[in-house]
């Protein structure tokens, strides 16, 4: 017997809504429990990259994420006595819809996010906790805890996307190496007062660390994020206490901002921690997000991987399904994943290190060095084919995942530079008689298969998550099936039986 629920996602931060979203439009039956009472909670992130916005566009949320977000920032950047200018509103990125920085804070993608989960008819269930989960021969019976009554469900599958302190991790007993960073970070919402351009960012590098300050602050015109190294360090998890006003000013004035503080209604300490799970799968318990990864906030990572691996989780259990699947393809999410989280926490330590460390190098770098270099600034910023590649890093465009479980080929290869694993890039295609993005064409739940002009049509018709592209642009006789997370699936050079036994493998058409 089949369980009632496909899955059960443990955590409602953006991992755990995507993940319930993604999964919802594949067809699955989801529940979604947070212990949080509250949807409302102060931001963290700050900054959404270009693939987080290319995953989450099939699922309908883009429009409403960027209605509230800054797609054209600018900031300025703070080097000893020289100030630089920088636009991220038009970054070199042909190959994506979404070619810039986008400052959006994290309290608004949950709530675009949880909106569209309730018009799919999934409400979070808030102030209940996962407080067990253990695996059945047919599936997990998890037992939740919420204002004194206790429910045992049964789930085919247990998402842990339950932060840094994951249950789900502790209950599957995945093994959380790593440790704690030594500097700690310092959140607070601020008003000023002084000779400071507004709505823009500013970047401060200094001797003792970055400053930053965003025109985002939620309970005040400021969001101010600073490192410091403190005596007494915190347990990292868990929120951190506030920081007096006389310590915020010193940070303020330790950076050399000419401003006075005149209110900070919140502020908050954050222990970091760099720290990698063994797997992202034990049984029918998987891991997303921070639940699966810990690392500094350097360079926006966070939020936005946990989206992708969302991601990269959601649509396989819903079509690959968590009690029947196959094991190589539940298994090939933690195999496609867990790779880049480890690349992902080998830049974010060493982008931390040079934000924060006190040590002699890096605050000579950041002290000295940097306002040395900075009426060099300007001429490299011009270079927009430099900034474009360091953008495509921090976005995490060129992730893919060739030679993976999930990809298929043809007997005969597709003429196509395409090789399944990899992303597909947007650009122009003709396609219905028309000139139009590809990524429009994708922007649907579902598999898609992209048949070269020539190609015969497939022995399995359009389906609501099977979608057929004739691209006229496109020459040959093949087809490129393109999974849910925007990654190529299968590629080949004919159209015949391999491409419905793959189709199969997925779950994207029933099996016979
Ligand atoms: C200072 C700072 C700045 C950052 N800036 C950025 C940025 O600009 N860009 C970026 O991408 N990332 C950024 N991040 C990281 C980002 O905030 C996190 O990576 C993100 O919140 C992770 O989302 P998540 O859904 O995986 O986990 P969380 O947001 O931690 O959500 C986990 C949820 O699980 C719930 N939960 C926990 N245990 C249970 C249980 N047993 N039962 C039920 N519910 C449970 C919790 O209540 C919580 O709501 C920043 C982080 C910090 C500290």
Known sequence: MSAPLDVLVVGAGPTGLTLALQAVAHGARV???????????????????????????????????????????????????????????????????????????????????????????????????????????????????????????????????????STVRSLAGIGWPGGAARPEVVLADVDLEGALERGVAHVVAGRHGLVFLFALGECAPWRLLATRVVADRLRPGGPGPPVPDDELQGLLDAAGLPVRLTAAPWSERIALQHRLADRFRAGRLFLAGDAAHAWSPAGGQGMNTGVQDAAGLGWRLALVGASSGPERLLDSYSAERRPVAAQLLSMTRLLFWGESATGPLASTLRGVVAPLAAPLAPALLQHRRLVGRGFRLLAQLDQGYRGGAVGGRGSTPHAGRLRPGDRVRDGTVACGGRAVRLHELLARPGVHLLLDRNAPDPAIGPGPLLHLHRLTSSPGRGVVAVRPDGHAGFTSGAVDGELVRWLRSIGAVPAR
């Open 31 to 165: 529940r979604v429990v947070d212990r949080r009472p509250a949807a409302l909670r102060p931001s963290r992130a700050l900054i959404a990259h270009a693939r987080t916005l290319e995953v989450l566009r099939p699922l309908g949320v883009t429009g409403d994420l960027l209605a509230g977000a800054d797609t054209a920032p600018r900031a300025r950047l703070h080097l000893g006595r020289h100030e630089v200018a920088v636009e991220l509103g038009e970054l070199d990125l042909p190959d994506t819809a979404f070619p810039h920085l986008t400052f959006v804070r994290q309290a608004h993608v949950e709530a675009v996010l949880g909106e569209a989960l309730a018009s799919r008819g999934v409400t979070v269930e808030r102030g209940t906790e996962l407080v067990a989960a253990v695996e059945e021969p047919a599936d997990v019976a998890a037992t939740l805890r919420s204002a004194g009554a206790v429910e045992v469900v049964h789930t085919a599958a247990v998402a842990g996307c339950d932060g840094v302190d």
